[in-house]
């Protein structure tokens, strides 16, 4: 009776062991299989982007950055990149929405490059841009050209500036 229990707990052992294996390797599969997915999704969203086909680029890049952001994690530099290519798309059409990426994106590089770095002021402009308040677009600005005279980038600095006063000028 003995030597069955122990038999029936090896053959449950081993069949567990098996199962474990199987859903591991299939895990695996399936994340190949939507890194390919990702990145032939991306090589689309380039080719739209390249053709000039916007509303194609456009959905390409939303699902490229969703993709992402279950590939590489919320916190990671690839989906903040993802978010940007995004938020650049769709900031004349849904500047709010692109002001909400432009933020997750500037959360992203500040933690990864730190808070006074060049990477971050492009995504500053734009935050600027597609700001809903003149002082808070105003903010963003002088942020940026801080940042562009710490770097000694007079056309950074003139670049922003013009911003800055298309926004100041604005209806917002």
Request: glycine content about 2%.
């Amino acid at each position: 009776m003995k030597a069955l229990n122990l038999r029936s707990v090896i053959w449950l052992s081993v069949t567990a062991l098996i199962a474990i294996v199987v859903v591991s390797l299939l895990m695996i599969k399936y994340k190949e299989h939507q890194l390919a997915h990702l990145t032939e999704v991306y090589q689309a969203y380039h080719e739209a982007h390249d053709n000039l086909d916007m509303p194609l680029a456009i959905e390409l890049a939303q699902q490229a950055y969703e993709l992402g952001l279950v590939e590489y994690g919320e916190y990671s530099l690839d989906s903040a990149m993802l978010a940007f290519n995004w938020a650049n798309l769709i900031k004349p059409q849904a500047p709010e929405q692109a002001f909400e990426l432009y933020q997750y994106v500037l959360e992203s590089f500040s933690r990864t490059y730190g808070r006074e770095r060049i990477e971050l002021h492009s995504t500053l402009v734009n935050l600027g841009d597609t700001s809903p308040s003149r002082e808070q677009a105003s903010n963003y600005f002088q942020q940026a050209i801080t940042i562009a005279e710490h770097y000694n980038k007079p056309s950074l600095i003139s670049e922003t500036e013009q911003h800055y006063q298309r926004k100041m000028h604005s209806a917002i």
